[in-house]
Every structure is written in C-alpha cells, then in structure tokens.
C-alpha cells in the first residue's frame, strides 16, 4: 500500500515538476442551503499539460476545499467529470486548459444543462439514470437457450452497434439536448443511443417490443435533429445517429402510425411521386385531416403570404421515372434480404 | 468562389419560400456567379427519408450529386441548412465506402439515371460570401450601408452541426453572419439561441415541443434589442416568420419581429428592388421603421 501512495506523489511532483502556468477559472457555484446561485473566480497555478479538472483540483486544493465537482478516473473513461465549459458540456478531465491560457481566456465552468444542480458542479444524475432503466439497457433473449460459455458475436455483427457501445453515460449529450430542454420527459439521446445498442444486437431478442415503445410518445420522433448531442458526446457515439436508425428499424417493423413517422413518410412518397416534397400534404398526412381543420385560421395566414403551393399543380420534377424505379428496385432488394445480421447461435460459437 | 455552381434551391425556395429563391438569383447575378439549373432533381430528405428509409436516401442524394457532376460543375451551391447538411452527409458516406459507391452506382444506372463519381462539393451560400473572395467581392456589390438596423443572426443548426461534416467555422461561437451583417453596415446583436434550434423539424408531430425551442431565439433577438432576424435557412426562415403568432399564444408574448432570409438581407445591401426580394411573402410583415432602415427601392403595384 504504501509503495502505491509513494507511486502516485512521484507521478504527482513529477507533474507539477513541468513548466506551469497560471490559470484564471470562473466556477459556477450553488449552495443547496441558501438556494443562492453565484460566480467565483479563481486564478492558480497549473501544470501546462493540465485539464480543466486539474484546474478545478489544485483550486479544491489551494483555495476553496468546498467547491463541489465529480470526479474518478481522470481518463475520459469513467463518464463522471461532465460538466460545461464556456457553455458546452464536455469531460473536464478530457479539456485541456493550455489553449485557453495561451489565448489570454478565463473559462467559465458550469454544471451541466436539462438536469438539476445538487451543489456547485454536480448534478442529479437521476432522472439521466431513469430514462436509461427505461429503455430496458440489457440484452433479453427470450427463450433462446443460453451458452454453457459467453455468448459471443460476430465480428460483422459487433459493427452495427459499435459506436452506440462506446457510450460512458457521461450526460454530456443530454445537457445540451433541445428538445429536452422543451419537453423533459423525452427519452433523449443518450438513453435512445443506449437503446439502438439493443435493439441492434444481433442476440437480442426483444426487438419488436422495443421499437414499438420507442416509437411512440417522448421517443424517437421527440427528436428535434439539432445535432448538439453528437456535437458534445466525447466518446464519438454520435447520439443523433442513433436515433435516426431507430427510426429506420421502427419502418421496417411497421410502426408507422405516429405523427413524426407519418410526416417522415410524405417525404418519402413525394420524391416518388413527383421530386419535391408536397407541402400541402405534409399537414394533414402529418396531424391528420381533423386537426389540420383545426389549424386553417393559420393556414389562412401562410396563404395570404402566397406560402401555400397550389395542391392541383404540384412541383414535379423532371425525369422522374428514374426516381420511381429506382425505389421499386431498392423495396425489391430489401425484400431478399434479412432483417440485419442474424446472431451466431450459441452452439456453434462456443469454443472447446 | 466558384464562377459556376450547380443551384440546388431545394424544396421550400422552390414552393412556399420563392422570395429565397428569387433574392439568391438576384444577389448571384449582383455577384457575377453563373447558376447552372438541375431539373431533374428531387427533394434530399430533409432528414426524413434518412430516417426512414436510409438507403433509399442515398440514392437519390447520389442522384443529385450525379447530375451536378454531369453539369460540369463541381461544387453544389444550397441556400438551406438542411439540404446542406443532407447531401454532405450523403457525400461523405459515398466517397468513404467505395463498395457502396459502387452498388449505388450500379443501381443509378440499372434506373438510367446519372452516376456519381465523387467529385462534388456542397457549400451554402453563407459560407461562400462570408470568406476569402466571395466576401471580397460581397462587400464591393453592398453599396448601400443599413446603417441603424439591428440584425440578430440566427444560425439555425444544420448549418453548424455536427461539425465533422460541415466544419466551416466554430459551431459555438460562429462569425460568418455577423461578418456579413457589418458588410451591409448593419449591426449585428448577439444573443445565446443565436445556435439553437428553431424546432422547425417537429413542428408539425409535436408542435408544443417546438414552440418551447422556437420561443427562446425570438424572445432572446427582441431583449436584446433586435430590429429583424436574419437566417441563412428557409426552414428556421418559416418557423419564426410563420410560427411566430403561434410562438406567441405559447409564451404570452408578442413578438412582431421580422425575420430575412440571408439573401434578402444581402440583396437590400446590394441594392436589389422589392420585386425581387419579395418582402410582402412574408407572414410577419416589416414595419414601417424597418422598411426604411432597408431603404429597399419598391415599384408601385409589383406582383407578390
């Protein structure tokens, strides 16, 4: 034990044996006790390989030890340092502080957005961890006899769901996501990434269930496409993506009745149909015929401004025919070919 | 710049905002930039069919891409963040996976439509004014100042995000409006939802979701002291002009703001008419005040 506590001040003095630099932090703080919020400044000297969490230790350290922050493994691996920097959410520990320094910038760090502030820096994961137990995060195999060994995965297979795997449940993603920011119950990215890495897995089996629930209300379709989460995300999972091949799966299971789905597939049959999109079939096709009733006070408004096409004429494009054809030969070919990749049965991957 | 571009105007400049298209021909021309017309294009998505139907999507975006290419030209301009981000996306998978090139190409010309060899970029018009050239030879056609008007920029997020596909600039902290804003003499206002999203791509699923997006940019524009609203894309273009009044009853706030597509604004600086600018196309009117701060010259009884 004790060659260990000597391991890691050697690594420590080693560090702060390099060239420092001094680096002034503006610190987001909040006192659950007196509900206030405020900013303090803090300037302290740095190593200059040092991080935003480095920064935010040595101010822990030097100036005020009761400035709250999460913090373990130091290495962009455990998800826990997730907090925003200069507004955007990042991993502190994965932020180097040099090139704020060099530019003369002090930073202003803040906990991260869409989840409640405990104290300081550190937010109430809960609500993150919710939505994440809500998409079912295991594999469900039904009654598929399980392997006396792992069950393993094909390379191929592996693949599909590679970049969804990546995800540290940092919270980064969320913090910026906007539709939650309007609509709380969203399921959001992360937990809808964590999502596709199931319902992509060739073992599971539970698929169809899954893509029903995700479908529907505060699910894929809640998603805005304003692309912060793969943005912000650190590990490259590309939240965003995800989602849009959720949507994909949720069309070939068939679940197609909500109105984000219904308003995906006017695109769809208006480039068959003539090249552009149909506006004017975009609102009722989207909402149904009832509410657009509802809305023509304000399709009245868009009309006067000459915004409404002529439904008789609509936009067609030339040599469209192509278009046609070329999506009755891709419906042919999807029609020949397997869902996705299909898992290795258990038996025949066991080794031995 | 390029001295020839292959116009992409997409959908809605095609349809229900013609006053984008109309003011982009007319600044191109102010310009010296040759638009070369694609007909047989279809739609590029808009992020619809890459959800529901992403193979299909790249289709036909290596359609579109293709008949640039047989155009002779090899960059497609877009005045929309979402074609923009759409055929970038597509681009970029096709020229990465060379198999996939490939079957698409096979497949194109099973069809008989025009293949795609990879050879095309896509910018947006914003990216090609706001830099180098293009700005160079923006600022000598901007000769009238709008001295006096505030401009809030308003990005939209296709534009800026993810940045790995579209990367023209700090998807944080962006500068090409407000560089362009200033070229016309105008000043420009800043305010954080400036890089937000507007909500337009659920407007219609869920409407309240995206009114809770769409209120903070106009919200944040008008306290900042905001004249008018400046967007390089006819989507957040229709959902603060059009959704406004709906933005309104959702906030209990009037707003009343103006919003300009990017080539209007650029197009008043140029001194283009009203007839071609097409003002009167949109749903929140200018005001009288703003109108003069345009100074757009105006033909009695012009066709809307």
């Known amino acids: ?352 | 710049m390029q001295e020839r571009y292959a116009y992409y105007p997409g959908c809605l400049a095609s349809l229900s905002q013609k006053e984008l298209d109309s003011s982009t021909r007319a600044i191109a021309e102010k310009l010296e930039i040759e638009l070369v017309e694609m007909p047989s294009v279809t739609c590029c998505g808009a992020g619809d069919i890459h959800e529901a139907k992403p193979d299909y999507y790249l289709h036909i975006s290596a359609r579109i891409l293709g008949q640039a290419e047989q155009s002779g030209c090899d960059t497609i301009l877009t005045i929309c963040n979402v074609c923009t981000l759409n055929l970038r996306q597509a681009n970029i998978a096709l020229k990465e996976d060379a198999a996939l090139l490939n079957r698409v190409n096979d497949n194109l010309k099973e069809v008989g439509a025009a293949t795609y060899q990879g050879g095309v970029d896509i910018r947006h018009l914003l990216w090609e004014v706001s830099a180098g050239e293009g700005y160079e030879r923006f600022k000598s056609i901007a000769v009238k100042s709008l001295e006096g008007l505030k401009v809030a920029p308003f990005y939209g997020c296709q534009i800026l995000r993810p940045a790995k596909i579209l990367g023209f600039e700090n998807s944080d902290r962006p500068e090409s409006l407000e560089r362009l804003i200033m070229a016309c003499g105008a000043e420009p206002i800043d305010y954080p939802a400036k890089v937000k999203c507007c909500g337009f791509p659920i407007v219609l699923a869920r409407e309240d979701v995206a009114l809770g997006e769409l209120v903070q940019p106009l919200e944040q524009a008008m306290d900042a002291g905001a004249d008018v609203i400046v967007t390089p894309c006819p989507l957040c273009h229709l959902s603060l002009d059009a959704w406004q009044r709906k933005a309104a009853a959702y906030s209990g706030r009037e707003f009343g703001i103006p919003i300009l597509h990017l080539a209007q604004l650029l197009g008043a600086a140029a001194g283009i008419e009203e007839s071609e600018l097409k003002f009167k196309r949109h749903v929140t009117r200018l005001s009288p005040s703003v109108k003069a701060k345009l100074q757009v010259p105006s033909v009695v009884g012009t066709k809307v």
């Open chain 1, 1 to 352: 034990m004790a060659a260990i506590e000597n391991a890691h001040f050697t690594t420590l003095k080693g560090a702060y044996d390099q060239e420092t630099m001094e680096a002034t932090l503006k610190v987001r703080r909040y006192d659950p006790e007196t509900g206030k919020s405020r900013f303090d400044t803090f300037t302290v000297t740095i190593p200059v390989t040092a991080t935003v969490l480095d920064a935010l230790d040595a101010i822990k350290d030097t100036c005020d030890g009761t400035l709250s922050y999460r913090k373990s493994c130091r290495m962009s691996v455990c998800g826990s340092c997730g907090m925003r920097v200069d507004g955007g959410a990042a991993l502190a520990c994965k932020t180097s502080m040099r090139k704020f320094v060099e530019a003369g910038h002090t930073i202003t760090v803040s906990p991260m957005g869409n989840l409640p502030v405990i104290k300081d820096l550190v937010v109430d994961m809960t609500p993150f961890w919710d939505k994440i137990r809500a998409i079912k995060p295991y594999l469900d195999t039904k009654d598929a006899d399980t392997p006396a060994k792992e069950w393993r995965i094909n390379p191929e297979d592996t693949a599909l769901i590679h970049k969804e795997s990546l995800c540290i449940l940092c919270g980064c993603c969320v913090s910026e996501c906007n539709s939650m920011e309007s609509d709380p119950e969203f399921l959001g990215p992360a937990a809808l990434a964590k999502a596709y890495r199931f319902v992509g897995d060739a073992r599971d089996k539970d698929t169809r269930e899954r893509l029903r629930d995700l479908s529907g209300a505060h699910g894929i379709w809640d998603c805005t496409r304003c692309y912060f989460c793969n943005q912000r995300c650190p590990k490259g999972v590309d939240p965003r993506d995800a989602i849009a091949k959720l949507g994909a799966e949720s069309f070939k299971e068939g679940f197609t009745s909500d109105a984000g789905a219904k308003h995906a597939k006017v695109f769809v049959d208006s480039t068959y149909k003539g090249g552009f999109l149909r506006e004017t079939e975009l609102v009722p096709k989207t909402i149904g015929p009832a509410n657009a009733i509802k809305d023509i006070p304000f399709a009245l408004q868009l009309a006067r401004a000459g915004k409404v096409p002529n439904p008789l004429s609509p936009h067609k494009a030339k040599d469209n025919d192509e278009v046609k054809r070329l999506w009755k030969l891709l419906e042919k070919e999807a029609k020949g070919q397997p869902r996705r990749a299909t898992a290795t049965h258990p038996d025949a991957v066991q080794e031995g």
